[in-house]
């Protein structure tokens, strides 16, 4: 497993000799860990909307894999696992700038576990975006940000097999599809029109 120097620290003091073992618990145990520490991440956010229209994608892109994609890890011909893949993987250049996706607050920029080094915008009312495997970091914790902001670059790091953006939406920590909010119509229909008949009702 190439990536496994990335996670000595992790495999360090267990009993996991073959490859195979090692590969299913960062697969496996690790990836659930990395997403407990998310959803307990986004049990607070701001009481206030820090974002406003359409989320940005990254620039010059193709994507690589889509969400809810299934799958399946393969080691000597035997299918071994399994997982749902939960964000979008974008690709540029190597090293390509990172924008916000919108504003907000940044409430995570540290390494985590099988998404590299991370960064998580929290952009209120529960609301959050989730950039992974990046190659460095431009902002900090609790640094607020505005949309189109730089905020990294993309990388190879975490559990990943080449340099690109894993990006994720989530809302109270669960994982949402991106794709709905790079729609304008979408966030109007769903989103903008029902917190605009709130306000109107206090």
Request: negative net charge; aromatic residues 10%.
């Amino acid at each position: 497993m190439s990536k496994t120097p990335e996670f000595k620290n992790v495999l360090s003091g267990r009993q996991l000799e073959s490859p195979e073992d090692k590969f299913l618990y960062i697969n496996r145990e690790l990836r659930a860990q990395n997403k407990a520490l998310i959803n307990e991440l986004m049990q607070r956010s701001d009481p206030e909307m820090h974002w406003d229209g359409t989320f940005l994608r990254l620039p010059k892109l193709a994507t690589r894999s889509g969400f809810g994609d299934q799958r399946t890890y393969e080691y000597r011909g035997i299918n071994i696992d399994q997982q749902t893949h939960l964000g979008i993987d974008l690709a540029s250049v190597a090293m390509s700038p990172v924008p916000a996706a919108n504003s907000g607050k940044v409430i995570y920029a540290e390494k985590l576990g099988i998404y590299g080094r991370t960064l998580v915008i929290d952009h209120g009312y529960g609301l959050f975006t989730m950039y992974a495997q990046l190659s460095g970091f431009s902002v900090h914790y609790g640094q607020m940000v505005k949309k189109g902001d730089i905020i990294g670059h993309t990388g190879n790091s975490g559990l990943s097999g080449g340099d690109h953006l894993y990006f994720s939406i989530l809302v109270s920590g669960t994982f949402v599809d991106p794709l709905e909010w790079w729609d304008t119509s979408w966030i109007h229909n769903n989103i903008k029109s029902k917190i605009d008949w709130l306000e109107e009702m206090e």
